[in-house]
Antibody, heavy 120, light 108 residues
Framework: QVTLRESGPALVKPTQTLTLTCTFSGFSLSTSGLCVNWIRQPPGKALEWLARIDWDEDEYYSPSLKTRLTISKDTSKNQVVLTMTNMDPVDTGTYYC????????????WGQGTLVTVSS | DIQMTQSPSSLSASVGDRVTITCRASQDIINYLNWYQQKPGKAPKLLIYAASTLQSGVPSRFSGSGSGTDFTLTISSLQPEDFATYYCQQSYSTVIFTFGPGTKVDIK
């Protein structure tokens, strides 16, 4: 059974760096073809894909946020970490991690999400 | 980047109605189109991938069709648990994924 769970601070101040951790079970990110993504959703708004890390360490980022994002993985801990620098109130929203496969890159399994509020 | 649009942005329907949601891509994405259902306060759930393949466990009243730039999600007979927001997502560009703006289905 595949499960993912996001963790991190609920509140960050403007200009701070956000660090989120996705802890997963039921699969290994060393398995060929598997990927973990980060996706966010501002309150009442649509989903926005942020970043992806693949089983082979390749990393991909949203062009609009590329300079602020870093994604990494710790295969031994079954974790993927996303850092986002220079947080702004517009970054407020629910952040999800989701597993995808390299066949169709659909987001097959999702965590429950973690709400991050950016406010001073 | 590939842009995704959806229509309508919202609709009101009754239980038992046939509902159709359209998604359009800004360029040919062949059939690299996925559909998700999201209920309030919950994570999205994959319904359909590759434009028309039903994810395991998804009721057969959901179906997807289309190719190229135009795609459709159909609910053949709307059930109470289907009131939700639906998103399409393109995965043709394997380095940048984009979602549509969503279609909210609520009760008439």
């Amino acid at each position: 059974q595949v499960t993912l769970r996001e963790s991190g601070p609920a509140l960050v101040k403007p200009t701070q760096t956000l660090t989120l951790t996705c802890t997963f079970s039921g699969f290994s990110l060393s398995t060929s073809g598997l990927c973990v993504n980060w996706i966010r959703q501002p309150p009442g708004k649509a989903l926005e894909w942020l970043a992806r890390i693949d089983w082979d360490e390749d990393e991909y980022y949203s062009p609009s946020l590329k300079t602020r994002l870093t994604i990494s993985k710790d295969t031994s801990k079954n974790q993927v970490v996303l850092t986002m620098t220079n947080m702004d109130p517009v970054d407020t929203g629910t952040y999800y991690c989701a597993q995808s496969g390299s066949s169709w890159f659909s987001f097959d399994y999702w965590g429950q999400g973690t709400l991050v509020t950016v406010s001073s | 980047d590939i842009q995704m649009t959806q229509s309508p942005s919202s609709l009101s329907a009754s239980v038992g109605d046939r509902v159709t949601i359209t998604c359009r891509a800004s360029q040919d994405i062949i059939n690299y189109l996925n559909w998700y259902q999201q209920k309030p306060g919950k994570a999205p759930k994959l319904l359909i991938y590759a434009a028309s393949t039903l994810q395991s466990g998804v009721p057969s009243r959901f179906s997807g069709s289309g190719s190229g730039t135009d795609f459709t999600l159909t609910i053949s007979s709307l059930q109470p648990e289907d009131f939700a927001t639906y998103y399409c997502q393109q995965s043709y560009s394997t380095v940048i994924f984009t979602f549509g703006p969503g279609t909210k289905v609520d009760i008439k």
